[in-house]
């Protein structure tokens, strides 16, 4: 079972994602920073994110020498394996990390990052029990967090929930969280 997120409610997502990153870091921190988004949920929370926090659309094109401190946008971030990819291609510290969604765990694991100077989330997201069928949670060295956090589905995406199969001993794509006519990546 999961959540989903209509438009309307990820436009108030954002917004308030915007108004933390507003508490967290002055107006001149904000305008210096570059926003990379992580593809493609982040792309659009990043669009979003632009007209909220009025950003320089210089701010939004990265270049190959960039010097300028960067904040990561994504939409959901469950176990953080896409995160800590993108902040080991960047190869550099202060990075921000921005999302819609996060469980608090998580946050606080990626905090402990020290390439991390700061991570804001709009959404929190519960913990579900660990199921006994998912022998690979611990086992992946990549996340910040072996957690089961609860799904959550927007308009153009849904979280890949994954299942052991334990009669072939492998890990098999599990059902759809939403109907196709209210995502894009399944229409």
């Known amino acids: 079972e999961g959540r989903y997120i209509d438009y309307d409610e990820v436009e108030a997502a954002v917004e308030r994602l915007a108004a933390l990153l507003g508490e967290q870091l002055s107006v001149e921190e904000l305008s210096s920073r570059a926003f990379v988004a992580i593809p493609r949920g982040g792309l659009i929370v990043l669009g979003m994110l632009s007209y909220f926090l009025s950003l320089d659309p210089e701010q939004l094109i990265l270049r190959p020498d960039d010097s300028r401190r960067k904040v990561l946008i994504d939409d959901v971030v469950l176990s ?88 072939n001993e492998r890990v098999e794509p599990g059902w759809r969280l939403v109907s196709p006519e209210k995502s894009m990546k399944t229409r």
């Open 80 to 167: 953080g394996s896409r995160l800590r990819s993108t902040i080991d291609e960047l190869g550099e510290d202060d990075v921000w990390v921005a999302h819609i969604a996060s469980h608090p765990d998580l946050r606080s694991a990626v905090l402990s990052d020290s390439r991390v100077s700061g991570c804001a989330a709009a959404i929190d997201l519960d913990e579900d029990p660990l199921p006994a069928d998912r022998p690979w949670a611990d086992m992946d060295e990549d996340s910040y967090w072996t957690g089961n956090p609860e799904l959550i589905a927007f308009p153009w995406s849904e979280p890949d929930e994954l299942i052991w199969d334990q009669a």
